[in-house]
Each structure stands twice: as C-alpha cells, then as structure tokens.
C-alpha cells in the first residue's frame, strides 16, 4: 500500500473516531437521562400538580408555566423581530447606521443568558413594577430570542430571488406592498422555522426566568399576566439545589427534563418537517 | 404615418463615476416592434430599464435628458414611478413568476391597484392569459402553481402578467434567452400578434431573432445609439460600418 493511501485511511479513521466520539456522548446522555427520570414518567405525571412538598405527584404547572411563558415571549418577539429586519433588508439607511443595529444584534445574541435575567429583573421587575410576574418573564425571553428571529427573518427575506421584488415593482407596485405580497410569503417559511427554532432555545431557558417570573412551587396554575408561574427548566433546578428528600426528588427532576427534552425535540421536529416541506416544493 | 409612443433626447445615464448611456435620442413608435441589439455591456438592458424607471433601484445612478412616454415627461419630478411602471409592462429575461398560483400571478397588478372587483378580475385574467396565449393550457387548473408550468409557459405568463394592467408598451429583455427554440417561436409569433395593440421593445442578442420579428431596429454599442432604422435597411444597407460588422459577425 502507498503512502497516500495510507494517509487517506488514517484520516478517515480520525473522523471515524471523533464521529463515534460524539454520538456516543449523545446516547450515553439520553440512555442515563432515561434510566434516571423513567420510574416517574407516567400520563398522570404531565397532568399532575406535585404533592407532599414536591416528593410526589406531577409537574403540570411547570408544563403549563413554561407553555404561557414561551407562547408569550414569541408573540411579542416574531412581530418585533420580523419588523425589524424588514427594515434592515428593505429600508436601512445610512449604511453605517444598519452595521451599528447589526453589530447590536449581535451582541445581543451572544450574551450569556443569566445577563438577561439580571436585565429583566432591573428594569421589568423593578423599574417597570411588574414584579416576578409571567408578563416580566415573558418579555425577559422575548428579548432573549429577538435576535435569533431578526437573523433568521434577515436571512430567510436576503434568499428570496430579487426577481421576484423585481417583477412586482415593474409591474406597478410600491415597495411596501412588495415587501407585504411578495417579499414576507416567499420568505415565510423560512421565518417560520427560525421562529420556531428559537422556541426550543427560549422554553429550556432557566436564568432568564429566575429573578422575573419563576416560582419554586405554586398551589395554582397563573390566572393572569402578573402571577408567578412555575417553569420546566427552574422545576428541575429546584430540585436539585434545593429539595430536601433527594431520593425521591431526584427521579422527579429527571423525569421532568425528560418532558422539556421532548418538547423541545418535539419543537424541533416541527422545524425539521416544515423545511423538508420547503425544499420539496421549492422550484426556483 | 407613425405615432411615436417613447421617444427620448439627450439621454445620458452613469452608475458612479462610469458613464452607461451616451447621448442616446430614440423613437419608439406606436404599435411596432422595435429590436435593440448590440455586443453584452453596449448598454441596451439599461436603456429598457430607463423606460420603466427601473433603474431607480441602483444606488448612484444619475440621469439627464428627457424620456417621453407619450405627453409624459417620465423622469419629471412629479411623475408617479408606479402609475409608470403599470403602464409600461416588462418581460425579464429569466421567467419569473411569482411563488404563487397562475391565477394570482396575473391578477397581481390589478389587485395591488385596488381597481378591480371579484369578477371583473377573474374576466381580466381569463383575456391576458388568453391574449398571451397560455388560456387553453392552463384554464383547468387557474389555482395551482406557477412553478409547475414549464420554462416557455412561465415567461408567456409574465407576459400575461404584464398584459393585465393593460400597459402602452411592452419592454422584453431578451426574453428568449433561457427557453427552448419551440417556445422561443411561440414567443416570437405572439410579439407579431401582441403589436396589433401595444407596443413593443425587445433587447435581443439573437440578431435573427430581431430580423424575424422587428420593424424597426436599434444598434447600440459601447453605450452609444449607432444606428436606428426600419429593419430592412439596417439589415440590408447600414449607415455604419460598425453596423455592418456586428450583423456580419466580425465582433459580438
């Protein structure tokens, strides 16, 4: 065998390896996740509240909280971020003010999450008298995904074809009904698997909903905007740092990153089968 | 006699600092097709895209002189850039129909002008489709995807499209160029039929394309209008020598 060969095979080994390497940390984390959390996994465990001081029982107002909480801060963020990078693809001006938003963006996207749940607390909680709240919670993840919809949208409205905005402002449309008719239907798929993605990231978040929305434990599911709420992510660190009869809250706080797991894999897959669908039926 | 319908004076156009169109005077007249041909980079996409306001879009564009669009000053700074561009109707050179279904392609530019009611829409469509001759193929299936349609019936729907807002003149940039000989003929005997009611400009690299179909026929090289003529005298007996070589072949 010549050297090249050689050279090639051993590369390819490497690969191999590290590939192996990888997968196998995945398994061995969803295997030891499972083998932790499936003594409580049960029907009646997603649609239970806890009992006897968390040692029993569901986790059904954390479902619900982190359900109210994600739904919320989407709602306000997709609006927001899809306005914004219209207006950073469509409208932008000067040059340098647009790399100034961008470069804000940016920043924004890579600062660490508990940054935010300090910046909730000052200015939702405190300043805003929102208190620890679902509203303030809300808004705190709201921000948090904000950038990863502006680039995503900026992305998504950047691929549409310029024949396109082309064609409908040579046949007598204004800017803003291409933008409205043309730009954001071609784009929306794209958005919408952005949107989505960052789903997942927000609804598994823990330190943004630390000081602003979450609770150890409520006796109720939020009635309104201004309760606290309970959170998957929080639940689980709850009971890890602070439970008092670890044998039987360990398994509980397993068993309940099993379900955020799910949703969020579940979110994903979503994602996943929305771009399948794109690219199949994309012709141009 | 002929009615002019585009004629321009003293038109210069520069992209920064580089100087596009020289003194270009024009004539486009009613109900004729006029070819403008020329080697790539003469100029000639730019001079159609002036007669829509269609290079408006480029930054740094700069313009002089005087475009006529019947009694209208175009570039005048009261013009309405959208009222022109739904009268002066445009084919690009690649088909590019809207993601959207064959109905909604050709209602676009009737629907953004909020003119139409529901059922004089659908008369609208059914006569563009019909007069771009894509009726028959796609009558029974109105609602499904432009994207499905084949390379030659796209571009027969942008011209449908276009044909919807009724427009005064038709700008084709080398609308042939991405399609099959078949569609290439269907597209140029549809022209010979669409001159009974509109005018036509069309940019052309295929110089027997612009023999076969046109009545007058504009040279342009190096962004200067060389020569402008009925066909048959530019193709036959060319005033300029640069005429005469680029018809002959020897440059392009």
């Given at each position: 065998?010549?050297?090249?060969?050689?050279?090639?095979?051993?590369?390819?080994?490497?690969?191999?390896?590290?590939?192996?390497?990888?997968?196998?940390?995945?398994?061995?984390?969803?295997?030891?996740?499972?083998?932790?959390?499936?003594?409580?996994?049960?029907?009646?465990?997603?649609?239970?509240?806890?009992?006897?001081?968390?040692?029993?029982?569901?986790?059904?107002?954390?479902?619900?909280?982190?359900?109210?909480?994600?739904?919320?801060?989407?709602?306000?963020?997709?609006?927001?971020?899809?306005?914004?990078?219209?207006?950073?693809?469509?409208?932008?001006?000067?040059?340098?003010?647009?790399?100034?938003?961008?470069?804000?963006?940016?920043?924004?996207?890579?600062?660490?999450?508990?940054?935010?749940?300090?910046?909730?607390?000052?200015?939702?909680?405190?300043?805003?008298?929102?208190?620890?709240?679902?509203?303030?919670?809300?808004?705190?993840?709201?921000?948090?995904?904000?950038?990863?919809?502006?680039?995503?949208?900026?992305?998504?409205?950047?691929?549409?074809?310029?024949?396109?905005?082309?064609?409908?402002?040579?046949?007598?449309?204004?800017?803003?009904?291409?933008?409205?008719?043309?730009?954001?239907?071609?784009?929306?798929?794209?958005?919408?698997?952005?949107?989505?993605?960052?789903?997942?990231?927000?609804?598994?978040?823990?330190?943004?909903?630390?000081?602003?929305?979450?609770?150890?434990?409520?006796?109720?599911?939020?009635?309104?905007?201004?309760?606290?709420?309970?959170?998957?992510?929080?639940?689980?660190?709850?009971?890890?740092?602070?439970?008092?009869?670890?044998?039987?809250?360990?398994?509980?706080?397993?068993?309940?990153?099993?379900?955020?797991?799910?949703?969020?894999?579940?979110?994903?897959?979503?994602?996943?089968?929305?771009?399948?669908?794109?690219?199949?039926?994309?012709?141009? | 006699?002929?009615?002019?319908?585009?004629?321009?004076?003293?038109?210069?156009?520069?992209?920064?600092?580089?100087?596009?169109?020289?003194?270009?005077?024009?004539?486009?007249?009613?109900?004729?097709?006029?070819?403008?041909?020329?080697?790539?980079?003469?100029?000639?996409?730019?001079?159609?895209?002036?007669?829509?306001?269609?290079?408006?879009?480029?930054?740094?564009?700069?313009?002089?002189?005087?475009?006529?669009?019947?009694?209208?000053?175009?570039?005048?700074?009261?013009?309405?850039?959208?009222?022109?561009?739904?009268?002066?109707?445009?084919?690009?050179?690649?088909?590019?129909?809207?993601?959207?279904?064959?109905?909604?392609?050709?209602?676009?530019?009737?629907?953004?002008?909020?003119?139409?009611?529901?059922?004089?829409?659908?008369?609208?469509?059914?006569?563009?489709?019909?007069?771009?001759?894509?009726?028959?193929?796609?009558?029974?299936?109105?609602?499904?995807?432009?994207?499905?349609?084949?390379?030659?019936?796209?571009?027969?729907?942008?011209?449908?499209?276009?044909?919807?807002?009724?427009?005064?003149?038709?700008?084709?940039?080398?609308?042939?160029?991405?399609?099959?000989?078949?569609?290439?003929?269907?597209?140029?005997?549809?022209?010979?039929?669409?001159?009974k009611s509109v005018s036509i400009l069309i940019v052309t690299h295929n110089i027997a394309q612009a023999g076969r179909i046109s009545d007058y026929t504009a040279f342009m090289y190096l962004g200067q209008m060389v020569e402008f003529g009925k066909t048959d005298q530019v193709f036959t007996v060319p005033n300029d020598k640069r005429t005469e070589e680029y018809l002959t072949g020897v440059f392009g």
């Amino acid at each position: 065998m010549n050297r090249r060969k050689l050279q090639n095979y051993l590369g390819l080994g490497v690969l191999g390896l590290f590939l192996f390497i990888t997968f196998a940390f995945l398994i061995i984390f969803l295997v030891r996740m499972f083998y932790m959390g499936s003594s409580v996994l049960s029907l009646e465990f997603v649609t239970t509240n806890p009992r006897n001081a968390m040692t029993e029982g569901g986790i059904f107002p954390a479902v619900v909280g982190t359900f109210w909480l994600t739904t919320l801060a989407i709602l306000v963020a997709t609006p927001m971020g899809v306005l914004t990078a219209v207006y950073l693809t469509s409208y932008g001006r000067p040059m340098w003010f647009v790399r100034l938003v961008k470069i804000a963006i940016n920043t924004l996207a890579g600062t660490p999450s508990i940054i935010f749940g300090l910046f909730g607390m000052a200015i939702f909680v405190n300043l805003m008298r929102l208190n620890i709240s679902l509203i303030s919670g809300a808004l705190t993840l709201a921000i948090l995904a904000l950038p990863m919809i502006i680039n995503a949208t900026e992305e998504a409205l950047r691929g549409v074809p310029s024949d396109f905005s082309e064609a409908s402002l040579a046949l007598g449309a204004t800017k803003r009904q291409t933008i409205l008719r043309v730009m954001i239907p071609t784009a929306l798929p794209n958005i919408l698997t952005g949107t989505i993605i960052s789903i997942g990231r927000i609804a598994g978040e823990t330190a943004p909903i630390m000081f602003t929305a979450a609770t150890f434990y409520s006796r109720r599911l939020p009635e309104s905007l201004s309760d606290e709420v309970m959170a998957l992510p929080y639940h689980i660190y709850a009971l890890m740092t602070e439970g008092t009869h670890s044998a039987s809250q360990v398994p509980i706080a397993y068993g309940t990153a099993l379900i955020l797991l799910l949703m969020v894999l579940s979110i994903s897959g979503v994602a996943v089968f929305i771009r399948f669908n794109i690219r199949r039926n994309r012709k141009w | 006699m002929v009615n002019t319908r585009i004629s321009t004076s003293g038109l210069n156009l520069w992209f920064g600092k580089n100087h596009v169109l020289q003194d270009v005077n024009l004539s486009v007249h009613e109900k004729k097709v006029t070819a403008m041909i020329g080697p790539s980079g003469c100029g000639k996409s730019t001079l159609l895209r002036c007669f829509n306001r269609m290079n408006d879009l480029i930054p740094e564009t700069r313009i002089e002189g005087t475009i006529m669009l019947g009694e209208q000053d175009i570039y005048a700074p009261k013009a309405d850039v959208t009222r022109i561009r739904a009268k002066v109707g445009m084919v690009f050179q690649k088909p590019n129909p809207f993601p959207k279904s064959i109905f909604n392609n050709v209602a676009y530019g009737l629907v953004i002008q909020g003119k139409y009611s529901k059922c004089d829409l659908h008369g609208r469509v059914e006569e563009s489709l019909k007069a771009a001759w894509l009726w028959d193929e796609v009558k029974d299936r109105l609602h499904s995807s432009a994207m499905s349609l084949s390379g030659g019936q796209q571009q027969r729907l942008c011209i449908a499209r276009a044909l919807a807002n009724s427009p005064e003149v038709l700008l084709l940039d080398e609308p042939t160029s991405a399609l099959d000989p078949q569609s290439t003929a269907k597209i140029e005997e549809l022209c010979l039929e669409l001159k009974k009611s509109v005018s036509i400009l069309i940019v052309t690299h295929n110089i027997a394309q612009a023999g076969r179909i046109s009545d007058y026929t504009a040279f342009m090289y190096l962004g200067q209008m060389v020569e402008f003529g009925k066909t048959d005298q530019v193709f036959t007996v060319p005033n300029d020598k640069r005429t005469e070589e680029y018809l002959t072949g020897v440059f392009g």
